[in-house]
């Protein structure tokens, strides 16, 4: 079947575009999903064939508009690609309960929200859900109460979904991001976290935004037709060494 089309929340930047514009190239018409009307408006404008669409995911009413009007400009919906999600790391002491319902409004709700919109559209065409988890729902660290609990809950989300929708053909897939070199990851992380980075990860380097686009595209493509309910950590090799080092716990 010819995969044609695409939805990526948190596409205005980081990841989220990164996956845009492989999907871009790949030639899929992609609905480009944020809450950032400005920065959407930017990027989209130096794209063509993409619609931008403002929606915060956290959002039910936002998410069923969303999904009604990227349906109705795609025509059929071929992947959708949940990426959208914040950080709010800090000591599991220091985490408030308005800190953790943030966190999980967007990591976790959001996935969940924008699934459920658009599942009826993905049983139409068989298609894929790719999640986007972290390393840090795979295994504990310290300053990650909230953040890394809303992403091991959206790997265990995503398990649902393969056993529930594969009766139709979906297919739902989880990507597990390492540490990424991107904008905001080096305006904090200080030279003592990207040093242990470089240490703890054999592949001793910070991976790219297009790197874990190139991961997310392949399971929503016909060549990863077999593959549904995996976790796939996309991190040089750093989830199978651990963590342990200092640096990485302040």
């Known amino acids: 079947m010819t995969r044609t089309t695409a939805i990526v929340t948190g596409a205005a930047r980081g990841i989220g575009l990164a996956t845009t514009d492989v999907f871009l190239e790949e030639g899929r018409k992609v609905a480009m999903i944020d809450r950032d009307a400005d920065e959407l408006a930017r990027v989209a404008a130096d794209r063509a064939n993409v619609v931008p669409i403002v929606c915060d995911v956290s959002d039910?009413?936002?998410?069923?508009?969303?999904?009604?009007?990227?349906?109705?400009?795609l025509?059929?919906?071929?992947?959708?690609?949940?990426?959208?999600?914040?950080?709010?790391?800090?000591?599991?002491?220091?985490?408030?309960?308005?800190?953790?319902?943030?966190?999980?409004?967007?990591?976790?709700?959001?996935?969940?929200?924008?699934?459920?919109?658009?599942?009826?559209?993905?049983?139409?065409?068989?298609?894929?859900?790719?999640?986007?988890?972290?390393?840090?729902?795979?295994r504990a660290s310290t300053l990650r109460v909230a953040y890394g609990?809303?992403?091991?809950?959206?790997?265990?989300?995503?398990?649902?979904?393969?056993?529930?929708?594969?009766?139709?053909?979906?297919?739902?897939?989880?990507?597990?991001?390492?540490?990424?070199?991107?904008?905001?990851?080096?305006a904090v992380h200080t030279q003592d976290i990207i040093d242990a980075y470089h240490d703890a990860i054999p592949l001793n380097r910070y991976g790219s935004e297009r790197e874990i686009a190139e991961v997310i595209c392949f399971l929503c493509s016909d060549r990863a037709s077999y593959v549904t309910g995996q976790q796939i950590a996309v991190d040089g090799g750093f989830q199978s060494t651990g963590v342990g080092l200092p640096a990485l716990r302040t």
């Open 60 to 73: 039910p009413d936002a998410v069923a508009q969303m999904a009604a009007k990227a349906t109705a400009e």
């Open 75 to 138: 025509g059929e919906v071929h992947a959708l690609i949940n990426n959208a999600g914040v950080a709010d790391f800090g000591p599991i002491d220091d985490c408030d309960f308005a800190t953790w319902r943030k966190v999980m409004a967007t990591n976790l709700d959001g996935v969940f929200l924008c699934s459920q919109a658009l599942a009826p559209a993905l049983k139409q065409t068989k298609g894929a859900i790719v999640n986007i988890a972290s390393i840090s729902g795979l």
């Open 149 to 186: 609990t809303s992403k091991a809950g959206v790997i265990h989300l995503t398990e649902q979904q393969a056993a529930e929708w594969g009766e139709w053909g979906v297919r739902a897939n989880c990507v597990c991001p390492g540490p990424v070199r991107t904008k905001l990851a080096m």
